[in-house]
């Protein structure tokens, strides 16, 4: 069965850097586009950005861009967000998820990791 | 980028049908993917395209869409589906692989 599992809780300094990874198993991890979504506490969903495991290509959120980096380790099935100069509002759960195209015109994501808190604090 | 934009909040009574919207210029160009999400869970597709629903997905859920609104409806609600809802699609103002979420409708079965 289809699993993305993500790393564990992080607690980070402001101005710090934070790696979040998302092990996937159960398909062919190169043949899914990886997003990232991140939910503030009592927020709404936001999108971060997503990654082509395959090429590696990527693309983010303007409000994330410059910040983020989204990469892959193909040989471990295995794809990293890493988020830098964290403030307080980064403050938040991130998900990955993997996205399918049902038609040209049908995007959804059908498989979500279980979330990774990852608390800003001074 | 676009923006989705949804109700903050609706209720129904139990066994009623509820409607929650979306609205947003993506809406024209591309098809709404939902969300339910409940306290503390990752969110779980329960529509996506047209009208397609994931399997598990109860027959009660349905989809519908028209110009810029696309439309999740659930008939006969449930207590069990007391959740926050999220639309979603793919962004037509730039990057065709970027996407939009819907700022989330807080589902209350009365």
């Known amino acids: 069965q289809v699993q993305l599992v993500q790393s564990g809780a992080e607690v980070k300094k402001p101005g710090a850097s934070v790696k979040v990874s998302c092990k996937a198993s159960?398909?062919?991890?190169?043949?899914?586009?990886i997003n990232w979504v991140r939910q503030a506490t009592g927020q709404g969903l936001e999108w971060m950005g997503w990654?082509?495991?395959?090429?590696?290509?990527?693309g983010y959120a303007q409000k994330f861009q410059g910040r983020v980096t989204m990469t892959r380790n193909t040989s471990i099935s295995t794809a990293y967000m890493e988020l830098s100069s964290l403030r307080s509002e980064d403050t938040a759960v991130y998900y990955c998820?993997?996205?399918?195209?049902?038609?040209?015109?049908?995007?959804?994501?059908?498989?979500w990791g279980q979330g990774t808190l990852v608390t800003v604090s001074s | 980028s676009s923006e989705l934009t949804q109700d903050p909040a609706v209720s129904v009574a139990l066994g009623q049908t509820v409607r929650i919207t979306c609205q947003g210029d993506?809406?024209?160009?591309?098809?709404a993917s939902w969300y339910q999400q409940k306290p503390g869970q990752a969110p779980v597709l329960v529509i996506y395209?047209?009208?397609n629903r994931p399997s598990g997905i109860p027959d009660r859920f349905s989809g519908s869409s028209s110009g810029n609104t696309a439309s999740l409806t659930i008939t006969g609600a449930q207590a069990e589906d007391e959740a926050d809802y999220y639309c979603?699609?793919?962004?037509?103002?730039?990057?065709?692989?970027?996407?939009?979420f819907g700022g989330g409708t807080k589902l209350t079965v009365l």
């Open positions: 993506s809406l024209r160009s591309y098809y």
């Open positions: 159960g398909y062919t991890f190169t043949s899914y586009d």
């Open positions: 395209g047209k009208n």
């Open positions: 979603n699609s793919r962004d037509s103002s730039g990057n065709p692989l970027d996407w939009v």
């Open positions: 990654m082509n495991p395959n090429s590696g290509n990527t």
């Open positions: 998820a993997r996205a399918a195209y049902y038609d040209i015109l049908t995007g959804y994501y059908n498989y």
